[in-house]
Each structure stands twice: as C-alpha cells, then as structure tokens.
C-alpha cells in the first residue's frame, strides 16, 4: 500500500470516530499512523516523533511521502539520492517549516 493510500486509510478511519461524537488528540492520530508503518519507517519515525513542537497531521503526511519516494529510489538504483530528488524533498519540507 502507498504512504497516500495509507495516510487516507488512517484519515478516513479518524473522521468516522469524529463523526460518532468521540475526539482523537493529534498525538493518539499519529500514534496510529506510526504504528501501522513498517520497518523500514523506523528511522523517520524516531526523526519526526522528537520534533519539537509535535508535528501536525499534515506534516507527517509530506514527510511520509518525502520518505517514501526517497526509499523507491534508494531501492530502484542503490545510489545517493540526485539533486533533483533532493530538491523535491526539500521543498516538500520547506513548505511546513515556514514560521
């Protein structure tokens, strides 16, 4: 399953316990999603759960993706990342880093 798929899986899952009338703190709602991820998350996961502040839902998101898309690359070459890849990351991160 894609980290997209996942990510709408866990929003979906989140948004029919909202709608019965119960509330799910964004720290329990990030708990879920690191929890189903696999092992090859790990190192993102330990990164993002010591940011401080926490990070929001949507962040983990684009960094999820960014992570994903970096692993299919690692796993489709066996090279360091181009300069364009690196970029794509960047930018994904620039855009919840703004103050």
């Not at 990510?7 to 879920?32: C, N, P, R, W, Y």
């Given at each position: ?90 930018a994904n991160l620039a855009v919840y880093r703004k103050p």
């Open positions: 399953m894609s980290a997209q798929s996942y990510m709408l899986q866990i929003k979906t899952l989140v948004d029919k316990v909202v709608a019965i009338g119960e509330s799910i703190s964004t720290k329990d709602h990030l708990i879920a999603v690191y929890n189903g991820l696999g092992s090859e998350y790990n190192a993102l996961v330990a990164s993002v759960q010591s940011r401080i502040p926490q990070p929001s839902f949507e962040e983990v998101h684009s960094l999820l993706l960014s992570y994903e898309f970096w692993l299919e690359q690692q796993s489709s070459t066996e090279t360091l990342p181009s300069p364009s890849d690196l970029l794509f990351i960047q």
